[in-house]
T-cell receptor
């Protein structure tokens, strides 16, 4: 699996967009980018995933660069409840041995 | 109300004791997983099961055991051989082939008395 690199932390103001970066320079052609988040003392929550096109759902948008070596998760209007650790994971889709590797992620702090 | 239920929320283990953490899902998912999380760290995979009556070791299976007798249940036993069991334990499930989209329970926090 391709390794991902995320800064340890960032913050943003409530109501503003939060842009969370992730580097995955060794990504393979069949590997997807997945984002999860974990609010303190809760289980992780799936947010979004993509292969090469930009993706949007009710929670966030995922922007993947054309060379696929990096991506950005965008929370368009961050709220205090978005304060959490965000994990970027690169993995082939499906398969009989699907093991997600959660690193330390990036801690997002949303300030009032 | 579909989801994954882990119990208990908090658990205390005495030295030399085996304890079992419960994980039940009503999502009709084939695959189930157990992860361990230590403070300030990411998740590490203990065991996973692709189908009933089958399970595989993850990265840190030593000192743990599991069973998968029913599709909806995947209990984890922390044995006395696990010398450092204090951690946050998370159970997850995923639907068949889309196994990178995993749904997690609320976790069990295990401490040693």
């Amino acid at each position: 699996d391709a390794k991902t690199t995320q800064p340890p932390s960032m913050d943003c103001a409530e109501g503003r967009a939060a842009n969370l970066p992730c580097n995955h320079s060794t990504i393979s052609g069949n590997e997807y980018v997945y984002w999860y988040r974990q609010i303190h003392s809760q289980g992780p929550q799936y947010i979004i995933h993509g292969l090469k096109n930009n993706e949007t759902n009710e929670m966030a948008s995922l922007i993947i660069t054309e060379d696929r070596k990096s991506s950005t998760l965008i929370l368009p209007h961050a709220t205090l409840r978005d304060t959490a650790v965000y994990y970027c994971i690169v993995r082939v889709a499906g398969g009989a041995n699907s093991k997600l590797t959660f690193g330390k992620g990036i801690t997002l702090s949303v300030r009032p | 109300d579909g989801g994954i239920t882990q119990s208990p929320k908090y658990l205390f283990r005495k030295e030399g004791q085996n304890v079992t953490l419960s994980c039940e899902q009503n999502l009709n998912h084939d695959a189930m997983y157990w992860y361990r999380q230590d403070p300030g760290q990411g998740l590490r995979l203990i065991y996973y099961s692709q189908i009933v009556n089958d399970f595989q070791k993850g990265d840190i299976a030593e000192g743990y055991s599991v069973s998968r007798e029913k599709k909806e249940s995947f209990p984890l036993t922390v044995t006395s051989a696990q010398k450092n069991p204090t951690a946050f334990y998370l159970c997850a499930s995923s639907p068949g082939f889309l196994q990178n989209i995993q749904y997690f329970g609320a976790g069990t926090r295990l401490s040693v008395l």
